[in-house]
């Protein structure tokens, strides 16, 4: 158990819908990662926050946003839905500011997009 | 653009073999080189790591190679067993700005142990 806790483990939608993944860190953790997981692409980097703040931007779309809340929990908003977005999310999380390479990884939240 | 370049896509390696898998990267700007290991229905886990600095780590029947010259390191698995089929993805660190550093993933390895 990594101490990271991700919801929903898995979710269907419709294309065009909006969902919301949350993500709570470790506990301690001010850094949090989301990660988009697909066959074809590895894991993509979507977007970083520290404490509250944005602090690094990846592969993220438009459609996609992201917020860290005071409590330090996260959430990934992903709008407008289309097949391709259908893949696996991860939410890790880090001790912020040590280069130990070392992410948290939650077990992620399934969407699929019929 | 793929910054670490990973391969094998795949890999069936018998019970007691080596398996190894072979990581490329560009930006010399990383300065850390993490390999995490996933199972199926679980999140990444970090396996081991190495810093450029040294040319080999071993924990247990697990070792990367490091080869800064010419930008490649390696996961070699010893004796590997069918406990150890998973997913290994090699990643490449750097610093990112504002005290944070990112993960760059190659597009993983997936290992198969047979009996």
């Known amino acids: 158990d990594s101490g990271v806790t991700q919801t929903p483990k898995h979710l269907i939608t419709a294309t065009g819908q909006r969902v919301t993944l949350r993500c709570s860190p470790r506990?301690?953790?001010?850094?949090v990662y989301w990660y988009q997981q697909s066959l074809d692409q590895g894991l993509q980097f979507l977007i970083q926050y520290y404490n509250g703040e944005e602090r690094a931007k990846g592969n993220i779309l438009e459609r996609f946003s992201a917020q860290q809340f005071p409590d330090l929990h996260s959430e990934l908003n992903l709008s407008s839905l289309e097949l391709g977005d259908s893949a696996l999310y991860f939410c890790?999380?880090?001790?912020?500011?040590?280069?130990?390479?070392?992410?948290?990884f939650g077990e992620g939240s399934r969407l699929t997009v019929l | 653009q793929q910054q670490v370049k990973q391969s094998p896509q795949s890999l069936i390696v018998q019970k007691g073999g080596i398996s190894i898998i072979n990581c490329a990267y560009e930006n010399t700007a990383f300065d850390y080189f993490p390999w995490y290991q996933q199972f199926p229905g679980k999140g990444p886990a970090l396996l081991i790591a190495i810093r450029p600095d040294v040319s080999e780590k071993k924990e247990g029947r697990f070792t990367i190679s490091f080869n800064k010259s010419a930008k490649q390191f390696s996961l070699h698995i010893m004796d590997s067993q069918p406990g150890d089929s998973a997913t290994y993805f090699c990643a490449a660190s750097s610093y990112s700005g504002a005290g944070s550093y990112q993960l760059t993933f190659g597009k993983g390895t997936k290992l198969s142990v047979i009996p």
């Open positions: 890790a999380s880090s001790v912020f500011g040590r280069n130990t390479g070392e992410l948290f």
């Open positions: 506990s301690g953790d001010l850094s």
